[in-house]
């Protein structure tokens, strides 16, 4: 400010107001830890009372109900997960798939006995007799034998296809929506009602035969698709049973002109590290409880000709464990195949002689690399050479796939037959 004589004289004013320390004052007074713990402490003794006296009601309860359910339900599968598929029979008037003109009707078309065969001479070709079909076949002008007659199995359709649905006297329900192979009320099998026909007349005494069975499928989309478009009808499928779209895939498959095998998971060695999946043939179960889960795997399917292990080390090597689920299988008119894989597998020991069992020869892709997969090809042709017959088992790996397609091709130039594998048992 001014004073006289133009002098300025500054003066510094400081105001304090109580607004500056309304603003840093705490909205809530502070209380130090400890000043009030003995009413914390009763709160949370109260809390902890009505939980644990709750919390210990509940898990009585729940304890209950798991021992009553145990002690009163006898359910060898409790606890695994379940699936449903549905199962066509031929001749339902609502099953997709419907017989066409050329495609059997009849339930003794799709099972005939083979006529009586002529005795073999040396040096001359083996003609099957098969049984001849109906002149009234539209297929067969005149009543002439087609060029695919078949032997005791169902004849191709007219784009070589084969019957997808079941036959009606080939199977016994399992439960409310699915069914399983079972014998005729004559005999009839489903190995010769679903198998893959032979064309008669093509079958020289010599001539070294390949059965092949690509396994694993239904599970992977992809790889189950490049298997149906790159090999050849004459390959034996083998389907897991847990895939999803399993049904679809198996109707491809016939369409092609496939027979196929379920395999039945059973126990490995180092089970349950090693676990196949639910309803495992195990060694510790009863014949009741192993025989209900081979049926369910069979009830996957509508057409398989028999089934092959998958795994099954040490449920395999017990003979008193897996005599009654191999006869089972035969006595349904069903083929079963040793996958080879296991040394100590007796699946073939437990077998009658003229039981339709094998075991292959050899597993292609044990070590999935192409040169060891090109060793096992030729091995494969070696024994069907010194023993007339061999049998191959593959999975249905990407390069495995590309191999065996262009293997396959080259065959007949080796004069080498690839037959399916259920010809190896029935001829």
């Known amino acids: ?22 603003l840093h004052t705490p909205l809530m007074p502070r209380v130090r830890f400890g000043e009030k713990w003995d009413v914390w402490r009763a709160k949370i003794g109260v809390a902890l009372h009505w939980f ?18 145990i002690f009163f339900i006898d359910d060898p599968l409790g606890g695994e997960p379940r699936t449903r598929s549905t199962v066509e029979i031929a001749g339902s008037p609502n099953a997709p798939g419907a017989p066409t003109p050329g495609q059997p009707s009849g339930a003794e078309d799709l099972a005939q006995p083979l006529p009586p065969q002529t005795e073999l001479v040396p040096g001359q070709p083996r003609v099957l007799r098969v049984p001849s079909p109906d002149p009234a076949d539209a ?35 399992f439960d409310e929506s699915s069914f ?29 035969r390949v059965a092949l069975i690509v396994g694993g499928l239904g599970l992977s989309q992809t790889s189950t698709q490049e298997v149906l478009n790159s090999l050849p009808g004459a390959v034996t499928l083998s389907f897991a049973p847990y895939g999803g779209s399993l049904t679809r895939w198996a109707s491809r498959a016939r369409q092609d002109g496939h027979e196929y095998l379920i395999e039945v998971p059973m126990e490995p060695f180092d089970y349950p590290n090693n676990d196949p999946g639910p309803h495992t043939l195990q060694v510790g179960l ?11 795997a069979l009830s996957r399917l509508p057409t398989p000709v028999g089934f092959m292990n998958y795994m099954g080390g040490r449920f395999a090597s017990e003979e ?24 100590r597998s007796r699946i073939s020991n437990v077998a009658g002689a003229e039981a339709p069992v094998l075991r292959a020869d050899v597993v292609i892709d044990a070590r999935a690399d192409q040169q060891s997969i090109n060793n096992r090809l030729a091995q494969l042709e070696s024994i069907a050479r010194e023993s007339g017959s061999a049998v191959g088992v593959a999975t249905a790996l ?8 262009e293997w396959t091709a080259s065959l007949a130039a080796k004069g080498i037959a690839l037959v399916p594998v259920s010809s190896i048992v029935r001829f």
């Open 286 to 296: 009863t014949e009741q409880a192993n025989l209900e889960r081979l049926h369910w």
């Open 398 to 405: 990407p390069l495995t796939i590309t191999s065996l397609e």
């Open 180 to 208: 399983v192979p079972s014998l005729g009320s004559n005999g009839e099998r489903a190995l010769d009602a679903y198998a893959r026909p032979l064309e008669a007349g093509t079958i020289v005494p010599g001539q070294p």
């Open 1 to 22: 400010m001014q004073v006289g004589n133009n002098r300025w004289v500054w003066v510094r004013v400081s105001m304090t107001t109580d607004v500056e320390g309304d």
């Open 320 to 343: 008193a464990e897996l005599g009654p689920i191999v006869a089972d299988a035969v006595g349904r008119g069903l083929m079963v195949v040793d996958d080879g894989r296991s040394a």
């Open 52 to 69: 644990t006296r709750v919390g210990g009601a509940a898990l009585g309860l729940v304890v209950l109900l798991l021992a009553g359910w």
């Open 139 to 173: 297929n067969v002008p005149g009543g002439a034998v087609p060029d695919n007659a078949l032997a005791n199995g169902p004849r191709f359709d007219g784009r070589g296809g084969l019957p997808s649905v079941s036959n009606p006297i080939l199977v016994e329900r």
